[in-house]
């Protein structure tokens, strides 16, 4: 008798405990929906926005597209204190470079700090942790008198070329260098008669692609959203970047000023980056094959 009843309670719990995981696993899907609306409802917003009028959109909240969209897009194409074309051009070129030299020379320095012995290397990766922690507009007065004596006032060349000295970058390719570089490859390599330098883009930048990728996706977004430094340097309209663009948008006079083109813009640097993201996974594909 003691074993039937054995036999019959089993069921019964093994029944709870299926109910039990089927339960948290809705409160888990209805939770992480609740939280994917609450993160894509800023964007559907702005979406609305686009498509609704100035005066539209000052009178009142609302969750029902408008019919505005394709005029608030002309309007904003024949803007002439918001050349999108050009802003796009600019700032993918910037933001492109500067993904590639902070990068490549960043995990050159962090080589040779990891590699070398020398007299002052520990003087040498302390004073650039010191750089580190100098704030840009500490120096911005400096750059700009820099900037004006080399002839490079009102040009894109101050906005990539300094990424080439990336105090940052360098700390985070240094501490990924230590855990995944092995001395004993490049003396390997050195065994064999490759040039140092030919060691490090054949050898060493395989090995670091993941941390590679990573740091040039941060370069390029930071490089992108700068606002500061572009709106010292630039003064020429078509040499402007897109948050230039943007800022002069907000700043327009009151007769000028639409708020439905400021909406009207933001969708198209998002269809940008959604675009971008495609050109990310090819590079982090890449790193997971090397």
């Not at 302390?126 to 750059?143: D, E, N, R, Y």
């Not at 940052?168 to 004993?184: A, D, N």
């Not at 993941?210 to 930071?222: D, K, L, N, R, T």
């Amino acid at each position: 008798m003691m074993d039937n009843r054995k036999a019959n309670t089993k069921p019964n719990k093994s029944k709870r405990g299926v109910g039990g995981v089927v339960t948290s696993r809705i409160l888990s899907y209805i939770l992480l929906i609740f939280l994917s609306i609450i993160c894509l409802f800023p964007f559907y917003i702005l979406i609305v926005n686009a498509s609704r009028t100035h005066v539209q959109i000052t009178s009142g909240f609302s969750l029902i597209p408008g019919t505005n969209l394709f005029q608030n897009i002309k309007d904003v194409l024949k803007n002439s204190t918001f050349t999108i074309g050009s802003g796009m051009r600019n700032s993918l070129l910037i933001a492109t470079l500067s993904a590639v030299l902070t990068t490549y020379f960043s995990t050159l320095t962090a080589y040779a700090i990891h590699m070398y012995d020398f007299k002052l290397k520990k003087y040498a990766f302390t004073f650039i942790m010191f750089v580190m922690m100098v704030p840009a507009q500490v120096s911005a007065l400096g750059f700009l008198d820099l900037i004006d004596k080399m002839g490079f006032r009102d040009t894109l060349y101050p906005l990539f070329l300094p990424a080439i000295a990336s105090p940052i970058t360098f700390f985070f390719m240094k501490q990924y260098m230590e855990s995944v570089l092995p001395t004993e490859i490049v003396e390997a390599a050195r065994a064999d008669g490759s040039s140092e330098f030919r060691t490090f883009n054949t050898i060493i930048l395989p090995i670091m692609k993941p941390a590679i990728s990573v740091q040039a996706i941060f370069s390029f977004v930071g490089s992108w959203n700068n606002y500061f430094i572009p709106a010292l340097v630039i003064s020429s309209q078509n040499k402007k970047t897109v948050p230039i663009l943007m800022a002069g948008l907000r700043s327009a006079s009151y007769q000028n000023f639409s708020l439905a083109q400021q909406y009207v813009a933001i969708p198209l640097i998002i269809m940008y980056f959604t675009l971008s993201r495609y050109i990310i996974a090819g590079v982090t594909l890449g790193s997971v094959k090397g």
